[in-house]
Antibody
Framework: EVQLLESGGGLVQPGGSLRLSCAAS????????MSWVRQAPGKGLEWVSA????????YYADSVKGRFTISRDNSKNTLYLQMNSLRAEDTAVYFC???????????????WGQGTLVTVSS | SSELTQDPAVSVALGQTVRITCQGD??????ASWYQQKPGQAPLLVIY???NRPSGIPDRFSGSNSGNTASLTITGAQAEDEADYYC????????????FGCGTKVTVL
């Protein structure tokens, strides 16, 4: 059974930092790209960042570029998101999601964690 | 930047059929994926690719893609289908890499 378990969320002051973790199990972690997706309170889903299966390639939304860093440790089956210079607008539930490989032009997120809440407030 | 447009809300009578649409340029080069999200829960993939359902998703859920439009159809809607539904795809420009629609609230009457 595929499981993704996020941790590391909490209350942080503006300008502060947090590191989120996502522990994966039930699949060959090193074979799949992964992403972080967030959802502000009462709002829709926003893709934040993605990383290739090897970790060699990373991608970021403009809203977090230069402040957030995605990484992974395939030996520990764990995905990370280092968040620096946090702003009030970063307040959201952060989900990690596994990207399925289903052929050309097909990019679904087939499994999601339960999410971890990040609150940026003074 | 690329956007995916969805109607904010639709309603459907119990047992009837509802179709949710998603429009955007990214859909010309990438299939839409559809997610169901109930309050306090993580999104759940219900349709992906040309018209594929993950294991455990009822066959009353189906999808279609044409040009810049993707659709999710629920045939014979059940009370448990009341939820928010989001479409998503990969953007050919790569910036952003992935995009989500704003979501459609489906109410089952």
């Amino acid at each position: 059974e595929v499981q993704l378990l996020e941790s590391g969320g909490g209350l942080v002051q503006p300008g502060g930092s947090l590191r989120l973790s996502c522990a994966a199990s039930g699949f060959t972690f090193s074979s799949y790209g992964m992403s972080w997706v967030r959802q502000a309170p009462g709002k829709g889903l926003e893709w934040v960042s993605a990383i290739s299966s090897s970790g060699a390639t990373t991608y970021y939304a403009d809203s977090v570029k230069g402040r957030f860093t995605i990484s992974r440790d395939n030996s520990k089956n764990t995905l990370y998101l280092q968040m620096n210079s946090l702003r009030a607008e970063d307040t959201a539930v952060y989900f990690c999601a596994k990207r399925e490989n289903c052929g050309a032009n097909c990019y679904p997120f087939d499994f999601w964690g339960q999410g971890t809440l990040v609150t940026v407030s003074s | 930047s690329s956007e995916l447009t969805q109607d904010p809300a639709v309603s459907v009578a119990l047992g009837q059929t509802v179709r949710i649409t998603c429009q955007g340029d990214s859909l010309r080069s990438s299939y839409a994926s559809w997610y169901q999200q109930k309050p306090g829960q993580a999104p759940l993939l219900v349709i992906y690719g040309e018209n594929n359902r993950p294991s455990g998703i009822p066959d009353r859920f189906s999808g279609s893609n044409s040009g810049n439009t993707a659709s999710l159809t629920i045939t014979g809607a059940q009370a448990e289908d009341e939820a928010d539904y989001y479409c998503n795809s990969r953007d050919s420009s790569g910036n952003p890499l992935y995009v989500f629609g704003c979501g459609t609230k489906v109410t089952v009457l």
